[in-house]
């Protein structure tokens, strides 16, 4: 069984970076895509970054291209979302997950594991 623990969040004032990360355990972390979604209440949760399985393609929403980064370590099973110049409507729930293919997707129906979430409040 696959388990994802999302670590990282917290409250930063708008321009700063934080950065989340991801510990993967319980099938082969190499052969999977990887990806960040994020939740704000009331709405629905959305794509935020994908890479794929060997790190050759990432994919961002384009809410967050140019400001967030992922990355993924297959030698330690992490994946890693850095989040620099952080604006308020960045501000939800930031969830990792990992898909059930190598390539990149953004779909969330292709992702079958997912961690509980880690918050993101980004407030002066």
């Known amino acids: 069984q696959v388990q994802l623990v999302e670590s990282g969040g917290g409250v930063v004032q708008p321009g700063g970076s934080l950065t989340l990360s991801c510990a993967a355990s319980?099938?082969?972390?190499?052969?999977?895509?990887m990806g960040w979604f994020r939740r704000v209440p009331g709405k629905e949760r959305e794509f935020v970054a994908a890479?794929?399985?060997?790190?050759?393609?990432?994919n961002y929403a384009d809410s967050v291209k140019g400001r967030f980064t992922i990355s993924r370590d297959n030698a330690k099973n992490t994946a890693t979302l850095q989040m620099n110049s952080l604006k308020p409507e960045d501000t939800a729930v930031y969830y990792c997950a990992q898909a059930r293919v190598s390539w990149r997707v953004t779909d969330q129906k292709m992702y079958d594991s997912w961690g509980q979430g880690t918050q993101v409040i980004v407030s002066a």
């Open positions: 890479i794929t399985s060997s790190s050759s393609s990432t």
């Open positions: 319980g099938r082969t972390f190499s052969e999977y895509s």
